[in-house]
């Protein structure tokens, strides 16, 4: 299972993204400007640029596949920590992420099978997690389910054209998805509406494959680049998802 697996993958990893992410918490590959020189920046700016989608910052909301929190510290610029609800599968992650922001909820959990009641959540985000869920599916049908109605749920999210050099703790076959279109039939067939979603990569990945390589030699150690390269050379697209619950 993609689930048993992925913590242990993302510790054993977690020494280079540091290096990476100048020891933030961050494993993103942000969402870059020209004011962005960093990694880390970019990924700040990521989860702004996500909750700019949110049409209120009032009522609960769900992390979901939190990481090390840093994202949910940046939520606490826009939502009262208390109404932030953050999940994640890893015991070690949460740890990390309740240091940060001790006024949140951290709960050990799995985003395809959501222990909360129907309508629950005013609002649901998830970033650069959901290639690793088994499957999209599943979190999507979930997400629905808890979502109140008129809710939003907002995903950034990175499609692969193969998984070339990609074990299965990374991602399942079962939740490959290779064109944004895919994607919007999905969200339409668990019951979302309103769908938008946006090819940002140009925004995302370029940029960042561009900070790498002017940076190859300069600063990180070739564990780092282990790290990156198998990901970068399999991504089709990046993208936001932004859809409501009717």
Request: hydrophobic share 40%.
């Amino acid at each position: 299972m993609v689930s048993e697996n992925l913590s242990d993958y993302y510790e054993k990893v977690a020494i280079e993204s540091d290096v990476l992410y100048s020891g933030t918490g961050f494993m993103n590959y942000g969402f870059w400007n020209k004011n962005i020189n960093t990694p880390a920046d970019a990924s700040k700016n990521l989860v702004q640029q996500l909750a700019n989608f949110f049409n209120a910052y009032q009522g609960l909301i769900l992390n979901a596949a939190c990481g090390n929190g840093s994202d949910t510290k940046i939520l606490t610029q826009y939502f009262n920590p208390t109404n932030i609800t953050s999940i994640n599968i890893s015991k070690p992650q949460l740890e990390r992420a309740a240091r940060k922001t001790p006024e949140a909820k951290f709960i050990q959990m799995s985003a395809t099978d959501l222990k909360f009641e129907n309508n629950y959540f005013n609002n649901i985000i998830c970033i650069e997690a959901a290639f690793h869920f088994n499957t999209r599916e599943k979190f999507l049908s979930e997400s629905f389910r808890v979502l109140n109605h008129g809710g939003k749920i907002v995903i950034a999210d990175i499609l692969f054209k193969s998984n070339f050099f990609l074990n299965k703790t990374f991602f399942s076959d079962e939740n490959k998805l290779k064109h944004p279109k895919d994607y919007t039939s999905l969200l339409k067939k668990c019951g979302f509406t309103n769908i938008d979603l946006v090819d940002v990569t140009n925004s995302t990945l370029k940029p960042f494959v561009s900070y790498i390589i002017s940076n190859l030699f300069k600063r990180y150690p070739i564990g780092v680049i282990k790290f990156l390269l198998p990901r970068i050379i399999n991504i089709s697209s990046y993208v936001f998802i932004i859809a409501e619950r009717p």
